[in-house]
C-alpha cells in the first residue's frame, strides 16, 4: 500500500513537471517577428539575416522633447523604445495610455537600453513649455521618456507611413486630417518594428513587457 502511494506521488511529480516544461515551451516564441506594413503581418525573419539590411527601418526625424532639447533617430541608435501618439489635453483615450506608458517607464526604470518616445498629433498647440508641464504632473523622467512635439507634416508621416499606427488599413488620409491611435509599437536596435500592442489593456502591456525583455537578449 506504501510502494502504491509512493508511485503516485512521483507519478504526479513527473507529469506536473513535464506539464510545466510544455507550458513554458509554448509559451515564448525564440524571437520577435519583424513588420514592414500596415496590416502587421508578421515575418519571421532571423534577426541575423541579410534580408534585413533592406526591410524596412523608421526614418530619419528631427523633434523637440519636453526639456526643449533636439530629439533625432539617432537619440535612438542602439535602443530599444516604444512609441505611441497623443495630445495634452486629451479627455478619451490618452489618460489611459499614458498611465500604461508609465507601467513602462517603471518596469524598465534603471535600464538605459529601454526608451519612450510619445508624439504629440497636436504640435501646435503642445509647445516645449505645454509638454514639460504635462510631464512633470505625470512624473515622467526627462531622460526616459522623451514628449516630442514639431512639425505636424513630419509627425503625422511617422505616425502613418514609418510606424503604420492607424487601423484604417488601405485608407489614404491627408495631411491635415487627425490621427488617433491607440497603439503602442515596439522598436528594435536597429529601428525595424517588432511588435504593436493595445495600449489601453493591461494584458497588452504585460506581454509588452515580456516582448522587451525578449528583444534584449538578440
Known amino acids: 500500500m506504501q510502494d502504491s502511494s509512493l508511485l503516485i506521488i512521483v507519478l504526479s511529480i513527473f507529469f506536473l513537471g513535464c ?15 519583424f513588420y514592414n506594413e500596415a496590416t502587421f503581418t508578421p515575418k519571421w525573419i532571423d534577426p541575423n539575416d541579410k534580408v534585413l539590411e533592406t526591410f524596412h527601418r523608421i526614418s530619419d526625424f528631427t523633434l523637440l522633447n519636453q526639456e526643449g532639447e533636439t530629439v533625432t533617430s539617432k537619440t ?60 512633470k504632473k505625470k512624473g515622467i523622467i526627462s531622460n526616459k521618456w522623451h514628449l516630442v512635439t514639431g512639425s505636424q507634416e513630419e509627425i503625422y508621416k511617422l505616425g502613418r507611413k514609418d510606424y503604420f499606427v492607424e487601423e484604417d488599413l488601405g485608407i489614404e488620409k491627408e495631411i491635415d486630417e487627425f490621427l488617433h491611435t491607440e497603439n503602442f509599437v515596439l522598436i528594435d536596435r536597429h529601428a525595424h518594428i517588432r511588435g504593436i500592442y493595445n495600449g489601453l489593456n493591461k494584458t497588452s502591456i504585460k506581454q509588452l513587457i515580456d516582448d522587451i525583455k525578449l528583444l534584449k537578449k538578440e
Open 19 to 33: 506539464k510545466e516544461e510544455l507550458r513554458k515551451n509554448k509559451s515564448r516564441v525564440d524571437h520577435l517577428p
Open 76 to 135: 535612438f541608435e542602439g535602443k530599444i523604445y516604444v512609441t505611441d501618439f497623443f495630445f495634452t489635453v486629451c479627455p478619451g483615450i490618452c489618460p489611459k495610455m499614458m498611465a500604461n506608458m508609465m507601467d513602462l517607464q517603471e518596469a524598465f526604470i534603471d535600464d538605459e537600453d529601454i526608451l519612450l518616445l510619445s508624439h504629440s498629433v497636436t504640435p501646435k498647440r503642445d509647445s516645449v513649455p505645454v509638454l514639460k508641464r504635462y510631464a
